[in-house]
């Protein structure tokens, strides 16, 4: 008897876990990867990731917070439990899926090279010897730039932002980051006309995983359901084009 309640109220506690409803989520943000986030001169932060994090929460009828996390210890933070998800250009790749889950992908945007424009780029590592290239740490693009080009002199950045502002001031020769955030952070920007995209689109899944999803910690699998049934609505009901269409010339979402 005492085996057949034990039996039991394991069940009633494996129901009630994976029927949890969120109604208040915590959203990690970074405020420093425009288009997709940046910090306002009031303090708030805005973009396209951020759009998209209402949107979803507004689907879910759940109140969201969300929480401005420095990049690199924003997995950290999640799994310090200081957010629920995060919400941040992640891409979906086998390494971190070790310590980490995600929804299905929101976006998935190549990545690309960029600098002053006229110069010469070749994608062997015998060419980037010795060249200085920036890149934001613990990315998909860095770790791309430390498989493929161990001879050339890699400068991590916390932000996208401190890299471009090496690169205007000369001194790097190339910045490797996600195209769409080139294009907002650098090429639109006062004196952005001076650069130039360099080399082909780069997507591979080794490096760049299956797109950008939504991180969140493994055991929150429910959590997960709710962004991804949210996730189809806004695409099924036009909220997500309207918000890319904000952003981008271009399908954000791909293939």
Request: proline fraction near 3%.
């Amino acid at each position: 008897m005492k085996k057949l309640s034990l039996f039991m109220a394991v069940l009633v506690l494996s129901f009630n876990v994976t029927a949890k409803e969120w109604k208040n989520i915590r959203i990690g943000v970074e405020g420093a990867y425009p288009p997709f986030s940046q910090t306002e001169a009031d303090g708030t932060v805005t973009g396209f990731d951020i759009d998209i994090a209402n949107a979803l929460c507004e689907q879910m009828k759940a109140k969201c917070t969300l929480v401005k996390q420095d990049w690199d210890g924003i997995i950290p933070a999640l799994m310090a439990r200081k957010f629920d998800a995060i919400i941040a250009t992640m891409d979906i790749t086998e390494e971190r899926k070790k310590k980490i889950a995600f929804t299905d992908k929101y976006q998935h945007i190549p990545a690309r090279f960029v600098a002053l424009k006229g110069t010469e780029y070749t994608p062997t590592d015998e060419f980037m010897k010795g060249k200085n290239i920036g890149v934001q740490r613990a990315t998909s693009m860095d770790l791309y730039i430390s498989d493929n080009f161990p001879s050339a002199k890699i400068k991590r950045y916390g932000s996208a932002d401190e890299a471009y502002l090496d690169l205007k001031a000369s001194r790097l020769d190339y910045v490797m980051a996600d195209s769409a955030a080139i294009t907002g952070g650098l090429l639109e920007k006062d004196g952005g006309d001076k650069f130039e995209f360099v080399g082909p689109k780069l997507n591979d899944p080794k490096w760049f995983g299956e797109g950008a999803g939504i991180a969140i910690r493994k055991q929150d699998k429910d959590l997960a359901a709710q962004f991804n049934a949210a996730l189809k609505e806004i695409r099924a009901n036009g909220v997500y084009k309207k918000i890319q269409d904000k952003y981008f010339t271009f399908d954000v979402y791909g293939s």
